[in-house]
T-cell receptor, first 115, second 116 residues
């Protein structure tokens, strides 16, 4: 158990809908990262928050947004869902933001299926 | 540009034997970290081992060791005494400074099959 908690574990929704994925980082971790893992794209970095502020953006679509709250939990909002958004979405956390030796620990992921 | 390359889509190993999973990387940043993660069929990503770019010795964690060859920009994972439970997807990752901050990027992964 990494200590990173993600909900829901599985989600099935229809095209055009909106979903929210939730993440609680490990105790003491200030950084939260979101990754998307799909069969054809591998593990793609979406966005990084540190202590409530956005720190880095990756290949995140405009239909997707995220935020980190004062209690450090984070939410990833996916809207106008398309079939291609079906993927495993990971949240990860780490203690700090600016270090090459910063190990990130992953949650168990949220499986999203868009039908 | 930063890049991680894992050239072995799949590997087979006999139980109790050692196996090496290849990883090469590219970065212009002198300070970087290299990581390996294991993803079993259940889906979770499990951190295995870390090597810093300035570390003089190869990292080891139990049956896992990282063969770090800085000049060749390689960071191969060695699993000794393979077990059936080692069957999984393995990802090499690198963390380095990037425009807009540090990012951890991942290779495409290698699927390891351990045979009884």
């Amino acid at each position: 158990d990494s200590g990173v908690t993600q909900t829901p574990k599985h989600l099935i929704t229809a095209t055009g809908q909106r979903v929210t994925l939730r993440c609680s980082p490990r105790s003491g971790d200030l950084s939260v990262y979101w990754y998307q893992q799909s069969l054809d794209q591998g593990l793609q970095f979406l966005i990084h928050y540190y202590n409530g502020e956005e720190r880095a953006k990756g290949n995140i679509l405009e239909r997707f947004s995220a935020q980190q709250f004062p209690d450090l939990h984070s939410e990833l909002n996916l809207s106008s869902l398309e079939l291609g958004d079906s993927a495993l979405y990971f949240c990860a956390s780490s203690v700090s933001a600016e270090s090459s030796g910063n190990t990130i620990y992953f949650g168990e992921g949220s499986w999203l299926t868009v039908v | 540009a930063q890049k991680i390359t894992q050239t072995q889509p799949g590997m087979f190993v006999q139980e109790k034997e050692a196996v090496t999973l290849d990883c090469t990387y590219d970065t212009s940043d002198p300070s970087y970290g290299l990581f390996w993660y294991k993803q079993p069929s259940s889906g979770e990503m499990i951190f295995l081992i870390y090597q810093g770019s300035y570390d003089q010795q190869n990292a080891t964690e139990g049956r896992y060791s990282l063969n770090f060859q800085k000049a060749r920009k390689s960071a191969n994972l060695v699993i000794s005494a393979s077990q059936l439970g080692d069957s999984a997807m393995y990802f090499c990752a690198m963390r380095a400074a990037n425009t807009g901050g540090f990012k951890t990027i991942f290779g495409a992964g290698t699927r390891l099959f351990v045979k009884a």
